[in-house]
């Protein structure tokens, strides 16, 4: 339960962190924003737990497979909010193109893979 808590607090820590500088300036916080944060925070909780290679490969596999997802989610969040649509529905209509992109891209893999 200690390890969970850690990870929690020290993962929000990042997040306020982040979100405190974008607040100053959004240009840099967008920028840090951008970095792999979590997917490095992830990754290193993992190898700390003991994760086995396979298990570390897989898991930056799946993070590089879910990047054209989530630059399709923020260039479209990007395009309706410069377009002046209000941002509950940016966000909204963002993400549902995401989890349709996402799953046009599993389908795609599974496709693939066969």
Excluded at 21 to 29: F, I
Excluded at 47 to 56: D, I, M, T
Excluded at 87 to 101: E, K, R
């Amino acid at each position: 339960m200690t390890a969970f808590l850690v990870k929690v607090l020290s993962s929000a820590l990042v997040i306020c962190l982040v979100t405190e500088v974008a607040r100053r300036s959004p240009s840099l916080g967008g920028v840090l924003s951008a970095l792999p944060v979590v997917s490095l925070i992830s990754f290193a909780w993992l190898v700390k737990q003991g994760s086995e290679r396979a298990e570390l490969s897989t898991f930056l596999k799946s993070v590089l497979l879910g990047l054209p997802a989530t630059f399709l989610l923020l260039a479209v969040l990007y395009g309706l909010i410069r377009l002046g649509i209000p941002v509950f529905y940016s966000v909204l209509g963002a993400t549902s193109l995401f989890i349709v992109c996402w799953y046009i891209q599993r389908y795609l893999q599974q496709w693939w893979q066969t």
